[in-house]
């Protein structure tokens, strides 16, 4: 937990109850239904909570903002981006139900009330989203496709509407065609070696004028 006070500073005390609330509760529910590996419980403040919130450090999301997180898993990185910004409402969608039921129960056990959650596939989603974050569910060709079309184009940031992606190593050819994606290199915010190939990936939704 001191890894998190280390880089968020301004927590409130609910956020550090939230925060600090998560290692019982993943071990809790892990133990019932597996869906970290027991590496990752151990270092879950590093591997999961803090990189998740990688995507805070390039993005602040504003009160009211639509953000939909595909192939959330064990609830990464929705659940600690819905801790660190309250007014925002999150949207977690997984086509698998165990992990969306783990979900449901710590969002449960930490009383988060701006996150819904789905079970299905996101090509089923009919909704729009100011951005789209994700972590480790497929190639950007892949997961542009699956997310067409769900994306608002009211803009309310300095970053533009998009998608927000948590990739780690060389991504020269996933995304040699996306000219208009911004790599940003964690450890340009993050000491520590677990980050030093990470990055958060941003691409802007294209849309056509009338
Ligand atoms: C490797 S896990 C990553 C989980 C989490 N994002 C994380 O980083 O810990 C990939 C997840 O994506 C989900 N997934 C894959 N394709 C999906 C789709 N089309 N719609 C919704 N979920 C999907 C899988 O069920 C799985 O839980």
């Given at each position: 937990m001191e890894i998190i006070h280390k880089y968020f500073k301004n927590l409130s005390d609910t956020q550090i109850e939230q925060f600090s609330k998560l290692q019982e509760l993943y071990e809790d529910w892990n133990l019932k239904?597996?869906?970290?590996s027991r590496k990752d419980i151990d270092e879950l403040y590093l591997r999961h909570v803090l990189h998740s919130l990688g995507i805070a450090k390039v993005m602040q999301f504003m009160p009211d903002t639509k953000v939909m997180d595909v192939?959330?898993?064990?609830?990464?990185?929705g659940i600690p981006l819905a801790i660190l910004f309250p007014e925002t409402q999150f949207h977690l969608v997984d086509s698998i139900g165990k992990k969306i039921k783990v979900v449901n129960e710590v969002v449960e056990g930490l009383g988060l009330e701006n996150l819904k959650t789905t079970?299905?596939?996101?090509?089923e989603v009919n909704d729009t989203y100011d951005f789209i974050v994700s972590r480790a569910v497929a190639q950007m060709e892949t997961f542009v496709r699956w997310t067409k079309g769900k994306i608002s184009k009211k803009q309310n940031h300095e970053?533009?509407?998009g998608i927000l992606y948590l990739k780690g190593g060389d991504l020269s050819e996933e995304l040699k065609?996306?000219?208009t994606a911004t790599i940003y290199d964690l450890p340009n915010y993050f000491d520590e070696?677990?980050?030093?190939?990470k990055k958060v990936v941003h691409l802007p939704m294209k849309f056509k004028s009338k």
């Open positions: 239904i597996n869906v970290v192939g959330t898993g064990g609830g990464f990185p079970h299905g596939r996101v090509e970053l533009k509407n065609k996306y000219t070696p677990f980050f030093e190939t």
